[in-house]
């Protein structure tokens, strides 16, 4: 018992000082309001106050919308991707690594790079000038702005799904797919009825990851539209960081961090759960 | 013949896939060389300058900030390095009441996001002066990363027979030097690779250091970048440059240690 506190104790002394007591403290923060340094209880107020704006749906159908458009994106691009270099090409080893670039740059180059892109006389103005005279101004109109960022969210993180997903599938016996193609099974069933059924444990946890580190996305957002226009991009965590940070409003962020919380623990209940059976301590 | 031309054909829609998802990146590569005019055509007159590096090297905080990137970053790698392997040898290790809890904990780390802890941690750091501390900013970081490093090298602890043990005991190995001389040497590659994940993500990082480094002298590249961007919007050549060069450190590790990534995060899961 000693020896084992002595192994795992430094590793729970960072958890408790940058996670748990912060947690624990703003929990009990977010029943207060601050006011000129002065704090008084005021129950659920903070948290009834972003019930009722209007903001908490509106913010919540947009961490939905986002969330949903990513995440399918990026599932089926990726699942795309390792299908076609699930084969021996000996081309992979020196391109491959371009496939990862957008993994491994940093969120405010990639929305740099898309900001570039979707400027006035960009790049997708340049590709689209066959449909539009004038390309419209994709990060400002309230009604692009979603499927814009949803388009470099997506890019950002396929390369996740490609590297988890073509792992999975080169654990696959080849004498499984030869089988099924001599019984006459076409490409699709092969796909649906035994490669993604075979490697379901890996699709299940990359899945769920992937959908809490996308939920909880900011760079991808926030550096490029700041949340706007007019909240048209503020999801969740952007709209934590505006309240904080432009709003100063530390006790209604502290109320919405918790919820925040609250739900990503929701969501990512099935993966420890899972993990938990897996890694078999 | 026709089985030649097949390959061949499918090698060359590979590099085309992939050069076409690096679009986005590979465009502002070729833009930074654009010098001011980036907005020229493309392809039509292109000469090649670098005149946005130079400015970036000669008018702007990037220097500075690599340096501070690069204390924050390696302060993260240099605390998780040795309190990973630590912990990893226990959970591996070392049977005790309360391990499938506390391993438990360690993965609820795992899924807690920045976004949710930026709050209570920028509290924290108000109650103990820490503002604008590079060091404090990569005790930050190594706890977002510890578990990932945990899960990495128990995996690789896991997979040495408990046999090496028994026999370093019976010549009169204790615990640590089992631990020091016996499997630390045999698990250096995951260790090295949790050193690179650790830095990689903390280069990534734009949320907290926002957040928490309140001096611009101290900003990190990647905050340095937004601001540079936020005051001026014109010169792209330099945003664009910068964004190049901040890219390199990470782009460089990552495809060095890909493979490891998926071993740990799918935790040697088989299909």
Request: net charge positive.
């Amino acid at each position: 018992m000693a020896a084992a506190a002595l192994w795992i104790g430094p590793s729970y002394l960072i958890f408790v000082l940058i996670m748990a007591f912060p947690i624990a403290w703003n929990i009990i923060e977010s029943f207060f309001a601050s006011s000129y340094g002065k704090s008084t209880f005021v129950g659920l107020a903070n948290f009834r106050q972003i019930v009722d704006s209007g903001q908490f749906y509106s913010s919540f159908l947009l961490t939905l919308y986002w969330t949903a458009g990513v995440f399918a994106g990026q599932f089926v691009l990726g699942l795309l991707l390792a299908l076609f270099f699930n084969r021996k090409l000996w081309v992979s080893r020196y391109i491959r690594p371009l496939i990862l670039i957008p993994w491994a740059i940093p969120g405010i180059v990639s929305s740099t790079a898309w900001v570039f892109l979707y400027s006035q006389g960009g790049l997708v103005d340049q590709i689209l000038k066959p449909f539009f005279t004038t390309g419209p101004a994709w990060l400002a109109e309230p009604g692009l702005v979603m499927p814009a960022v949803i388009v470099a969210g997506i890019w950002k993180g396929a390369p996740f799904y490609f590297l988890m997903l073509l792992a999975g599938l080169q654990t696959i016996p080849a004498e499984l797919i030869e089988a099924a193609k001599l019984d006459g099974a076409n490409r699709w069933q092969i796909l649906t009825r035994i490669e993604l059924p075979y490697i379901r444990n890996i699709v299940g946890l990359t899945s769920i990851l992937g959908l809490i580190w996308t939920a909880n996305y900011f760079d991808g957002i926030y550096l490029m539209t700041g949340g706007g226009p007019v909240n048209a991009s503020t999801t969740l965590p952007i709209w934590i960081y505006n309240t904080a940070f432009s709003d100063f409003n530390l006790s209604e962020a502290s109320a919405l961090s918790v919820i925040l919380l609250l739900l990503v623990l929701l969501i990512a209940l099935p993966y420890l759960l899972r993990r938990r059976g897996l890694d078999a301590v | 013949m026709l089985f030649r031309v097949k390959r061949i054909a499918w090698n060359v829609a590979a590099v085309l896939i992939c050069v076409a998802l690096a679009v986005p990146f590979l465009w502002i590569v070729l833009e930074s060389f654009h010098g001011a005019d980036v907005f020229g055509p493309a392809f039509s007159a292109f000469r090649p300058t670098l005149s946005s590096y130079t400015f970036v090297f000669a008018h702007t905080q990037l220097p500075r900030q690599f340096v501070n990137s690069l204390i924050a970053c390696g302060t993260a790698m240099l605390i998780s390095i040795p309190v990973t392997t630590m912990a990893a040898y226990g959970y591996s290790r070392i049977r005790f009441r309360g391990r499938r809890l506390l391993f438990f904990g360690v993965l609820v780390t795992q899924i807690l996001p920045a976004t949710a802890l930026v709050i209570p941690l920028y509290k924290v750091w108000s109650l103990g002066h820490l503002f604008s501390n590079l060091a404090a900013l990569g005790v930050s970081y190594a706890a977002f990363n510890i578990a990932l490093g945990i899960l990495l090298v128990k995996n690789f602890f896991d997979n040495l027979p408990l046999s090496l043990d028994e026999a370093a005991i019976l010549d009169g190995c204790s615990r640590r030097q089992v631990f020091w001389y016996v499997l630390r040497p045999l698990v250096t590659p995951a260790i090295a690779a949790t050193a690179v994940f650790v830095f990689v993500n903390a280069w990534q990082d734009y949320l907290l250091a926002s957040s928490l480094i309140t001096s611009s002298s101290e900003f990190t590249v990647n905050v340095g970048l937004y601001a540079f961007k936020g005051a001026n919007t014109t010169n792209w050549g330099a945003i664009l440059a910068t964004s190049v060069l901040v890219s390199l450190p990470s782009i460089l590790m990552f495809t060095a240690t890909q493979r490891y990534f998926v071993r740990v995060v799918s935790g040697g899961v088989k299909g």
